[in-house]
Structure formats: structure tokens, C-alpha cells
């Protein structure tokens, strides 16, 4: 009885939608057969053989491991470098508003983000290529070029991103027992030898953690691309979830799902992978 009005809407607001969309994949379901849900034809896999076909979802799958693949280390070395400097009495004084400062940007909405980076990255009167300017550098044009497009998105992600990172990492800094540190200097160890030796090994779960977190995170981004540039140029900023949002939007409701259905399988097989490697290790 006590569980029971979770299990209710989780069933109701998870559960039941998930379930849903699995069955609209094998289907034709498109936005003009809402009013009449007896219409929908059942077309077993053909939207999964058209979603292998798809030549922009195949770019959008490519830009999304390229985002994952760079955003995800820079995200968490950052936190790392971030935290033990904080941790090591950096600053000791300012340390609150450090960590205030850079855990900002993680509860502050992206879409406000997006928009001021956005601004920051405009070729002509944008505050990045400005500053530039004052040390003799013509700045690209940021958003509009297929070559810095997602780069400047992945900076901006991880800049984001780090804060919530440092914190974990911060706290679990604090937790590792002094002693370690004394013993290993006492041995002869120097401070990156401290570093490796001592502070990677007790971090090891909180990394496995913050990775876990930040893939399952990465490969949904959405809301950067489709404020900042809209997935171009030419697709080259175009993530899995802004398409899967477009065919919903065109009304391919079919299509949709079957992209979220693959997306949501690949999220989840990733998860467990990272965890049981992890582990292991």
C-alpha cells in the first residue's frame, strides 16, 4: 500500500509510454490517424529497415558518438581537476563561491545557456570573436560553420556540465581517509604519485558513477543544437533526440518511435556495459 501510488504512476507516466511507443514502432501510426486509432496498420519492421536506410539519422548516430566520445572525458576532467583543487585548499577562503560558481550553469536552464551562448558566438558581434580580435585572430564563424558547429557545443556542454561533477568529486574527496596521503608521502611518493595511487583508486566508484550518469545524459542531448544552430549546418550538429523530435514534429509517429525505441535500447545496453566493466575493474 505504501508503494502503491508510485508503482501507479510510474505505470501511468513510464511504464505505459514506453510500452506504447515499442508498439507504435511496428506500426504506420502517423499524426492524422489520432482522431481515428483504427486506421493504424501494422508494418511489422519496416520502420526500423527505413530508420537503417536513413542517411540523416545515420549522421545524427555519427554526431552524437563524436558529442559522447569528446564531451564525456573533458566533462569529467574537468570536475576531477576542479575538485581537487578545491579539495586541496585552492583558494581556501572563496572556496563556497568557487563551487557556487561552477555548479551554476548545471541548474541554470540550457535553454537560457543556449541562447547566451549563442550570443557569445555570433561572428560579428559576438563577445568570443570580439576578444579575439583585440590579439589580431579573425574568429570563425562558430555556429554557422560544419567544421566548429558541434565543437563549440561540445565546449559549451562540458562547461555546463562539470559543475555537477566537482561536486560529487569534491564530496567524495573529503571522505577519503587522510592516512592514505601520510603513508604514501612517508614512502616516498610525490604528489602525482599521490594522485594515481591514491586518490584515483577511491574515486574509482564515483568515476563509474559520474560516467554512467554522463553518457545515459550525452546521448540525449537535444536542447543545445536545437536552440543554438538547429542541427546544422548541413546536419552537422544534428543528435538522435533533435530528429527523433523532427519526425515527431512532421507527424511520423511510427518512425519516431522506432528511432526512440533504438535509442532507448542502446542507452540502456551502454549502461550496463559501463557498469559491469566498472565493476570488474
Known amino acids: 500500500m505504501f508503494v502503491l501510488p508510485f508503482l501507479l504512476m510510474f505505470v501511468v507516466f513510464y511504464l505505459g509510454p514506453l510500452l506504447a511507443g515499442l508498439g507504435m514502432s511496428f506500426t504506420d501510426f502517423r499524426s ?15 520502420n526500423y ?9 545515420a549522421r545524427a ?43 551554476l550553469p548545471h541548474i541554470t536552464s540550457i535553454i537560457g545557456i543556449a541562447v547566451a551562448w549563442k550570443f557569445l558566438l555570433e561572428p560579428e558581434a559576438g563577445l568570443v570573436n570580439r ?13 554557422q560553420d560544419e567544421r566548429t558547429a558541434l565543437p563549440s557545443i ?19 574527496l573529503q571522505g577519503i581517509p587522510r592516512e592514505y596521503y601520510e603513508a604514501a608521502e612517508v614512502d616516498g611518493a610525490g604528489r602525482w604519485q599521490r594522485f594515481w595511487s591514491v586518490t584515483v583508486p577511491q574515486l574509482r566508484p564515483v568515476i563509474l558513477f559520474c560516467t554512467v550518469y554522463s553518457t545515459v545524459g550525452f546521448l540525449q542531448f537535444m536542447e543545445e543544437p536545437l536552440v543554438m544552430t538547429g542541427g546544422g549546418p548541413l546536419n552537422s ?45
Open 32 to 46: 492524422t490517424d489520432v482522431a481515428d486509432v483504427l486506421a493504424v496498420d501494422p508494418v511489422g519492421v519496416e
Open 49 to 57: 529497415l527505413r530508420l537503417a536506410r536513413d542517411a540523416s539519422m
Open 61 to 103: 548516430a555519427l554526431n552524437t558518438l563524436v558529442f559522447v566520445v569528446f564531451c564525456l572525458p573533458l566533462t569529467i576532467g574537468l570536475g576531477l581537476a576542479a575538485a581537487v583543487a578545491l579539495n586541496s585548499g585552492i583558494a581556501r577562503l572563496p572556496a563556497a563561491f568557487f563551487r557556487l560558481g561552477y555548479y
Open 131 to 143: 576578444l579575439l580580435e583585440l590579439v589580431g585572430v579573425t574568429g570563425p564563424a562558430w555556429l
Open 154 to 172: 561540445i565546449v559549451m556542454t562540458a562547461w555546463r556540465g562539470f559543475g555537477f561533477d566537482m561536486v560529487v568529486f569534491l564530496a567524495a
Open 237 to 281: 550538429t544534428l543528435s538522435v533526440s533533435l530528429a527523433i523530435w523532427k519526425q515527431f514534429g512532421v507527424g511520423d509517429y511510427g518512425y519516431a518511435a522506432a528511432a526512440a525505441t533504438v535509442l532507448f535500447t542502446v542507452i540502456i545496453a551502454l549502461a550496463v556495459l559501463q557498469l559491469r566493466i566498472g565493476r570488474r575493474r
